[in-house]
């Protein structure tokens, strides 16, 4: 019976996502422990900022944060990231390499400060296909896909405390992390 009813709920949540998952591309690493029990805030049209607001909610509760992004996707992220950091918030990034580069010449200077700082790290990888941030709290860890349109833009948001959803977070996070090379300034 167990195993029927983890089936339903993960089916549930791919029916519940379908739409969003369309964005991705078809090739991409996912795994249905994401979704099961999943809550999905999605982009609407009297609420396109929804997705990266209650992500940016999220984020300014946590204790300790790994993330491989994809895209500036709010206005006040790097203010957001920098007054995290400086409170000594742990943090860990993955940057695709446009993404850095984009940082690193609108905010050189706030780029240099993180950089400098014991608890943050940014590695740089070639592309990204999604945001992936595992999130920390207290003894809770939550994992969230941030899912881009073609065009980089917000579609929504998936996220889950699950241990399969987190555990599949994990993994995805140390393959990026394994690859990627060291950001400088």
């Given at each position: ?9 993960r089916l ?7 739409n ?7 090739g991409v690493?996912l ?8 809550e999905?805030v999605?982009q609407e ?5 929804a997705?990266?607001t ?5 984020i300014e ?7 491989v992004?994809?895209?500036h996707?709010h ?10 950091a400086t409170?000594?918030?742990e943090?860990?990034?993955v940057?695709?390499?446009a993404?850095f ?20 790290e ?23 896909l941030?899912i ?7 579609k929504?948001v ?19 992390e ?8």
């Amino acid at each position: 019976m167990a195993e029927y009813e983890g089936f339903v709920d993960r089916l549930n949540g791919i029916l519940a996502a379908s739409n969003l998952l369309s964005a991705l591309d078809p090739g991409v690493e996912l795994d249905t422990a994401l979704l099961a029990g999943a809550e999905i805030v999605t982009q609407e049209p009297v609420a396109p900022h929804a997705p990266g607001t209650h992500l940016s909610e999220l984020i300014e509760a946590v204790d300790r944060m790994s993330c491989v992004t994809c895209a500036h996707s709010h206005s006040r992220a790097m203010e957001i990231v920098h007054s995290l950091a400086t409170d000594g918030v742990e943090m860990e990034f993955v940057f695709p390499t446009a993404l850095f580069e984009y940082v690193r010449s609108s905010r050189p200077d706030r780029l240099s400060q993180l950089l400098e700082l014991p608890n943050y790290e940014t590695r740089v990888v070639d592309e990204t296909p999604y945001g992936l941030f595992l999130l920390e709290n207290g003894d809770e860890t939550r994992v969230c896909l941030l899912i881009y349109s073609p065009d980089n833009e917000t579609k929504g948001v998936i996220s889950n405390t699950s241990e399969e959803a987190v555990e599949w977070g994990e993994r995805v996070y140390r393959s990026y992390e394994s690859r990627a090379e060291p950001a400088t300034v």
